[in-house]
């Protein structure tokens, strides 16, 4: 099975500054993997997905994560925060053989400093 | 513009009744949704599969008796919350994958939420 940590959570940046939220994954084969990002009263947004096609994979809203097998990790990176980046931030991989189960990491709250 | 929708969007009831909430695919069929329960300041759980056809597939934990799903249509999946008690207060989300062939690829949506709180 699937599972993913993300360490931190909670992120603080101020505003055009680099961003880093982490998310490590736990899995016996090459997993598929997502970062999902959650504003306030609004449903949830894919921001990119990694299905082994390319390890650099390049999301919405400058957002782009990397996938490194030899740590296990798929952090979520922007290179300059905007205030409406500030939510919460969800990692997870997908989930047995049916399209769409998701396990969610436990959540970053980024919050954008101006 | 939404193409997952869920009503009601917030809904306050009392200890004992009974609460049903309307997850919809606006413009593409889905044979199968999820709905998800997030209590404030945690992640989003996963509870079950709703198969269109065929009863839900629930997961580890979740009561099937106290959460009935019901997905009647390839647009419209439903979660009734049985005699609900304060502690099933929390925010459910639905989700739909739109299957490839369908436009525009593999990609779930997911509802904008129902918050639920009971009294």
């Known amino acids: 099975a699937q599972s993913v940590t993300q360490l931190d959570s909670h992120v603080s940046v101020s505003e055009g500054t680099p961003v880093l939220l982490r998310c490590n994954y736990s899995?016996?084969?090459?997993?598929?993997l997502f970062w999902y990002v959650q504003h306030p009263n609004k449903g949830l947004q894919l921001l990119l997905k990694?299905?082994?096609?390319?390890?650099l994979v390049k999301g919405i809203n400058g957002f782009e994560a990397e996938f490194k097998k030899s740590e296990t990790s798929f952090h979520l990176t922007k290179p300059s925060a905007h205030m409406s980046d500030a939510a919460e931030y969800f990692c997870?991989?997908?989930?047995?053989?049916?399209?769409?189960?998701?396990?969610f990491g436990r959540g970053t709250q980024l919050t954008v400093w101006p | 513009g939404a193409v997952v929708s869920q009503h009601p969007s917030r809904v306050i009831c009392k200890s004992g009744t009974s609460v049903k909430i309307e997850c919809r695919s606006l413009?593409?069929?889905?044979?199968?949704m999820f709905w998800y329960r997030q209590f404030p300041k945690q992640s989003l759980m996963l509870m079950a599969t709703?198969?269109?056809?065929?009863?839900?597939?629930?997961e580890q934990g979740v009561e099937k008796d106290k959460f009935l799903i019901n997905h009647a249509s390839l647009t419209l999946s439903t979660l009734t919350v049985t005699s609900a008690h304060p502690e099933d207060s929390s925010f459910y989300i639905c989700?739909?994958?739109?299957?490839?062939?369908?436009?525009?690829?593999?990609?779930?949506?997911f509802g904008p939420g129902t918050r639920l709180l009971v009294l």
């Open positions: 989700s739909a994958p739109r299957p490839p062939g369908q436009g525009q690829g593999e990609t779930q949506y």
């Open positions: 899995s016996s084969y090459s997993p598929s």
């Open positions: 990694y299905t082994s096609a390319a390890t």
């Open positions: 997870a991989p997908g989930g047995g053989s049916t399209l769409g189960r998701l396990y």
């Open positions: 413009d593409f069929q889905a044979t199968t």
């Open positions: 709703s198969n269109e056809g065929s009863k839900a597939t629930y």
